[in-house]
């Protein structure tokens, strides 16, 4: 079970250890979700489950089907800590990943309280919402394209934060853009520290080009990478 006493080595150990938990409780959660997806018209259907693990770890795993290939199943996941209102979400992408970077099975992606908070402030815009329900939210729509800026020129000081490591990052998804640091585990393995949200009208002009231009590639990338996978299953056939 994962504590706030733990480092970024020992938190790495724990969450690659119960996420062969994770992996082996998806096939059992499928058929069910086939079945909802049958019921609607969309090509598509996502949801996302909470899965109380054996090492007493609560994970939210969203699960998509497809009606075109039943066969192909995309996942994602994440730990959500309820005590302290942390994600931590590890990356199963040995390679050149969803995420444009060579990470491979052992980096880990760290939202914070804080950044959850500014989600929900500054996107969401309401603060009723239980910051449990915005991880999900962000579970769902946070995939995208991850850039490290080494010189620290764009994320210095960002929302008040002084970022202490000498790499930073900004990543951005569907809604907005996040902030952090980048912390290094051990071998090529990395820590991304999220620790805050902007939305993308609170950004300068050259900063929104630069970051438009990094999603589009990154959407881009992702479609022939799934267009790829499907090709697979079909020549299996």
Partial sequence: MIVQTMNAQELQKEIILDLGNVVGKVPH?????????????????????????????????????????????????????????EIYQPYMIDGMGGHGLWMGLGSIEH???????????????????????????????????????????????????????????????????????VEKIEGKHLIFHNATFITYDMIYDDQADMTIKLAAAMKDFKEEYFEQIEQLYKNRK
Wanted: proline share 4%.
């Fill in 29 to 85: 959660l499928v058929p069910s979700i086939r079945r909802k997806m049958y019921k609607r018209k969309e090509k598509k259907f996502t949801e996302t489950v909470e899965y109380m693990s054996p090492k007493k770890n609560l994970w939210h795993i969203r699960i998509t089907v497809n009606k075109k290939n039943p066969e192909l199943v995309e996942t994602a996941q994440q730990i959500y800590l309820p005590l302290t209102e």
């Fill in 111 to 181: 939202i914070t309280r804080h950044c959850l908070r500014r989600y929900r402030e500054r996107f969401l815009k309401d603060e009723t919402i239980p910051l449990d329900r915005v991880a999900k939210r962000i579970l769902k729509n946070g995939e995208n394209g991850i850039h490290i800026d080494d010189k620290k020129v764009l994320l210095d000081n960002v929302d008040g934060i002084q970022f202490e490591t000498t790499k930073t990052f900004f990543k951005t998804i569907e809604d907005g853009i996040q902030f952090g640091s």
